[in-house]
């Protein structure tokens, strides 16, 4: 099993390119979630998926839309890119107990 | 207050105890997580405790609830150079089950 999978590893974009991230999994999972991580900020919660065909906003949803194209994928795109979103973003998957898989995450800059 | 906190850095010398606190908000949050994060990785699942529990130890891990203080603790007894990494306290929140990361504490690992 290979558990969550991110493409790409990483990107550079400059001010207002748009491009997808991509997250599956493969662990039958129903809930998926798309998390941020700054510098001394933690994770913030982006946008996350409770089952197919569902999505809702987290906490920093703006500049974001996600699509859960199947139980496996759950894909994040920014239509505009910005500066303030040059970030590292997680994708991860919730088993049993509520615990989180996480993937190895994409490192996004934008100029 | 609303956030997950802990400290931000400990360091300490190998063969040491490390012991990483943590604490959390919500009184109903039904598990408590540590997660591990090494350079350039995502975040690894290290252990969690039902919030029934007093305490959990893993090998050389021991996780310390104290629900009345709403604190968590992680303690990695003999503490080695590959433990050096940043760990996440997180609790599970609302009906969704999200998770709650604290922003980490970098655990440097003196030889």
């Known amino acids: 099993n290979a558990g969550v999978t991110q493409t790409p590893k990483f990107q550079v974009l400059k001010t207002g390119q748009s491009m997808t991230l991509q997250c599956a999994q493969d662990?039958?999972?129903?809930?998926m979630y798309w998390y941020r991580q700054d510098p001394g900020m933690g994770l913030r919660l982006i946008y996350y998926?409770?089952?197919?065909?569902?999505?809702d906003k987290g906490e920093v949803p703006n500049g974001y839309n996600v699509s859960r194209l199947n139980k496996r994928e759950f894909s994040l795109r920014l239509e505009s890119a910005a500066p303030s979103q040059t970030s590292v973003y997680f994708c991860?998957?919730?088993?049993?107990?509520?615990?989180?898989?996480f993937g190895p995450g994409t490192r996004l800059t934008v100029l | 207050g609303e956030d997950v906190e802990q400290s931000l850095f400990l360091s300490v010398r190998e063969g040491d105890s490390s012991v990483i606190n943590c604490t959390y908000t919500?009184?109903?949050?039904?598990?408590l997580y540590w997660y591990k994060q090494e350079p350039g990785a995502g975040l690894q699942l290290l252990t969690y405790?039902?919030?029934?529990?007093d305490m959990k130890q893993d090998q050389r891990l021991t996780v310390l609830l104290n629900k009345k203080d709403k604190h968590l603790s992680l303690r990695i007894a003999d503490t080695q150079t590959g433990d050096s990494a940043i760990y996440f306290c997180a609790e599970s929140r609302g009906s969704q089950g999200n998770l709650i990361f604290g922003k980490g504490t970098k655990l440097s690992v003196k030889p």
């Open positions: 998926s409770a089952s197919e065909g569902t999505t």
């Open positions: 662990m039958n999972h129903n809930s």
């Open positions: 919500d009184s109903s949050s039904t598990y």
């Open positions: 405790i039902f919030s029934n529990m």
């Open positions: 991860a998957s919730r088993g049993a107990a509520d615990t989180q898989y």
